[in-house]
C-alpha cells in the first residue's frame, strides 16, 4: 500500500508494519493507520473524484487501507442520502441542518462501511472465516458482507439484541451465540474463541482498518457539500469506532487539503450509558466503565474498546459532549421521522436527539451548519418503534366507522 506509511499505536507511539491481519500494539494500545499524504496528494484531488464513476465507499480508495490491486468485497456501501432538512433547521433555531441517513446501506446501518473493509481485508489476508461480538449491527452487517464475499461468519451479541438483527443474522447464515449476559461479557466470549480458533478478528477496538471504513462517512459528506466542511457533525456515540471513523475522515480531508478546516464534532451518549462523554467532558483518556442503562441497544457500551481514539477525536475536534435520556430519544425518533421522513432506530436518532438538546440550551451558533448522522434504519427495531407510536385506527369497512374513529381521536378529515 503505497498511500499508507505504518500503524501507530495511540497510546504509546510504537509503529507497525501495515499487514492485513494486524491486531492491537503489544501495549494493548489501539492502532491507527498512519497516511502519505504528500504521496496522495499527488494521486487524489476533485477532478480525479468527479471523473470517477464509482458510487460506492470504494471511490475513496486512494485514502483507505487496501492493496493497489485488492477487488474490494462484500455488498454495495455507501452513497447515502444527504437531505437538507431546511424544516427542522428552522425549529431548532439554526442556519442548516443535513441528515445524513445512513440507515439506507445494504444491512441498513452504518457498519456496512466498516464490515465491507473487514471482509476485503479478511481475503486479502487469506482467511476464510471472520467473527465478531456486536450490540448487533456490527453483527448483522458482517453477517450480510460475509455472505457476499463467501466467508463464514461465528458472531457473538448480547441475548438483549432486537430480533430485527437477529433475524439478519440468522438469514445471513451466520453460526450465532445470543450470549446470556452484557455486552461486555460478549466481547470477552468472542475474544476467547477468536484467540482459540484463529478467526479474522472483526471487532472494531482489536481490527485497526474499520474506522478507516467508517470514515468514508465523512468523505461522503465533505463531497457532497462539495467540500464545503460544516461546522458541527453530530453523530452517536457507543464503542467509539464511528465517532472515531468520522473524524479520521475529516483529518484526511484536511491533510490533503479538500477542506480549510475540520467541523467540530457533537458526541451524543444515553445519559443512562455515557462513559466516552464523562471522560472527554474532563479532557482525559482516563475512563470509567458504567452500567448499560438505556434501551438503544447499539450505544448501551459501558465499556467502551475504542474510547482512546474517540476521546482524541472529540477533543481534536474541540467537540462537544451531550448525554440525553431514553425519552429524549424516543421524541428524536418520532420528530425526525414526522418532520423528515427519516425513521431511524433507537441508536440511529441519538445524534439528532442529542444536537435538538444542543440547540434548545442556546448551545449552538443560530448561523451554524450542522450534519446529523442516522446510523441505523428504524426498521431494525420494530418493537420499540411500536412502544414509541400512537396505534392506527382500526375500522371495518364501513365509511360511517371510519369517520366515528377519526372524530374520537379528535382528528378532522379534510
Ligand atoms: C454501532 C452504532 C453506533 C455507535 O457506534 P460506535 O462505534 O459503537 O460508537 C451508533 N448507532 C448505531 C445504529 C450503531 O449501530
Ligand atoms: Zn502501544
Not at 470504494?58 to 455507501?78: F, N, S
Not at 453523530?235 to 473524524?247: E, L, P, Q, R
Not at 475536534?317 to 425518533?333: H, K, L, P, W, Y
Request: aromatic share 8%.
Amino acid at each position: 500500500m503505497k498511500n499508507v506509511k505504518h500503524l501507530k499505536c495511540v497510546r504509546c507511539g510504537s509503529t507497525y508494519k501495515a499487514t492485513a491481519d494486524a491486531t492491537t500494539c503489544e501495549c494493548g494500545g489501539i492502532l491507527d493507520v498512519v497516511y502519505d499524504y504528500d504521496y496522495i496528494k499527488t494521486i487524489f484531488n476533485k477532478d480525479v473524484l468527479k471523473s470517477r464513476d464509482d458510487q460506492t465507499m470504494w471511490r475513496y480508495r486512494e485514502l483507505l487501507p487496501i492493496e493497489e490491486d485488492t477487488a474490494p468485497q462484500g455488498l454495495r456501501v455507501g452513497n447515502s442520502p444527504l437531505y437538507n432538512a431546511d424544516k427542522v433547521a428552522r425549529i431548532l433555531g439554526i442556519k442548516k441542518l443535513y441528515i445524513k441517513d445512513d440507515g439506507v446501506n445494504p444491512t441498513s446501518s452504518l457498519k456496512d462501511r466498516a464490515s465491507a473493509m473487514a471482509v476485503t481485508k479478511a481475503i486479502e489476508a487469506g482467511y476464510s472465516t471472520i467473527a465478531c461480538s456486536s450490540t448487533g449491527n456490527a453483527a448483522s452487517s458482517l453477517a450480510g458482507n460475509a455472505a457476499a464475499a463467501n466467508l463464514k461468519t461465528y458472531i457473538f451479541v448480547p441475548e438483549r439484541a432486537p430480533k430485527g438483527k437477529i433475524a439478519q443474522l440468522m438469514m445471513f447464515g451466520a453460526n450465532l451465540t445470543a450470549v446470556k449476559g452484557s455486552y461486555e461479557e460478549t466481547f470477552e466470549l468472542s475474544k476467547k474463541a477468536i484467540e482459540k480458533y484463529g478467526w479474522y478478528n472483526r471487532n472494531a477496538a482489536i481490527n485497526p482498518y474499520l474506522s478507516e471504513g467508517k470514515k468514508t462517512v465523512s468523505l461522503e459528506i465533505i463531497e457532497q457539500l462539495e467540500f464545503n466542511a460544516p461546522e458541527y457533525i453530530a453523530v452517536s456515540v457507543g464503542d467509539g469506532c464511528t465517532i472515531a471513523g468520522v473524524y479520521k475522515g475529516l483529518y484526511d480531508m484536511y491533510n490533503v487539503g479538500l477542506i480549510k478546516k475540520i467541523p467540530r464534532l457533537i458526541s451524543v451518549q444515553a445519559s443512562g450509558c455515557c462513559p466516552i462523554n464523562v471522560a472527554a467532558k474532563n479532557k482525559t483518556n482516563d475512563w470509567t466503565p458504567q452500567e448499560e442503562n438505556t434501551y438503544a441497544d447499539s450505544i448501551a457500551v459501558g465499556v467502551p474498546r475504542n474510547a482512546h481514539k474517540a476521546i482524541n477525536a472529540i477533543l481534536d475536534s474541540n467537540g462537544i459532549t451531550v448525554n440525553v435520556t431514553d425519552d429524549e430519544i424516543r421524541e428524536a425518533q418520532r420528530f425526525l421521522a414526522k418532520e423528515c421522513g427519516v425513521f431511524g432506530e433507537p441508536a440511529g436518532v441519538t445524534a439528532t436527539a442529542g444536537l435538538k438538546k444542543l440547540c434548545e440550551n442556546g448551545i449552538i451558533e443560530k448561523d451554524a451548519t450542522v450534519v446529523s448522522i442516522v446510523t441505523g434504519n428504524g426498521l431494525k427495531d420494530i418493537e420499540s418503534a411500536i412502544n414509541n407510536c400512537p396505534s392506527p385506527v382500526y375500522s371495518r369497512n364501513d365509511l360511517d366507522e371510519f369517520e366515528n374513529e377519526f372524530q374520537k381521536r379528535g382528528i378532522k378529515i379534510e
